[in-house]
Nanobody
Framework: QAQFVESGGGSVQPGESLKLSCLAS????????IFWHRQAPGKGREWVAG????????VYADSVKGRFLISRDNDKNTAYLQMNNLRSEDTGLYFC???????WGQGTLVTVSS
């Protein structure tokens, strides 16, 4: 079954950093563009960032631009989201998606609180 396995979430204080990982299982990541999304408690899903299959053309939501960095290592079948200067409004469940075939993971929880 093709899916992602996200990891790296946790509880941090405002201003701290986390790096999320997204391991592709059952398919070759190098064939797919990747999106990261998040869903805050009680809110809808929000697109956060995207990257092309070859690692070029990263794009970001305005809410995270300048603080988050999306990357990938196709040899490791893994994508990443480096999150710096975290804010309370970054709290939520973070998911990977391969939009072409609509592959998703179960998400990893990020909590930012003082």
């Amino acid at each position: 079954q093709a899916q992602f396995v996200e990891s790296g979430g946790g509880s941090v204080q405002p201003g701290e950093s986390l790096k999320l990982s997204c391991l592709a299982s059952g398919f070759l990541l190098k064939r797919y563009a990747i999106f990261w999304h998040r869903q805050a408690p009680g809110k809808g899903r929000e697109w956060v960032a995207g990257i092309a299959s070859n690692g070029e053309s990263p794009v970001y939501a305005d809410s995270v631009k300048g603080r988050f960095l999306i990357s990938r290592d196709n040899d490791k079948n893994t994508a990443y989201l480096q999150m710096n200067n975290l804010r309370s409004e970054d709290t939520g469940l973070y998911f990977c998606q391969a939009p072409r075939d609509n592959y998703w993971g179960q998400g990893t929880l990020v909590t930012v609180s003082s």
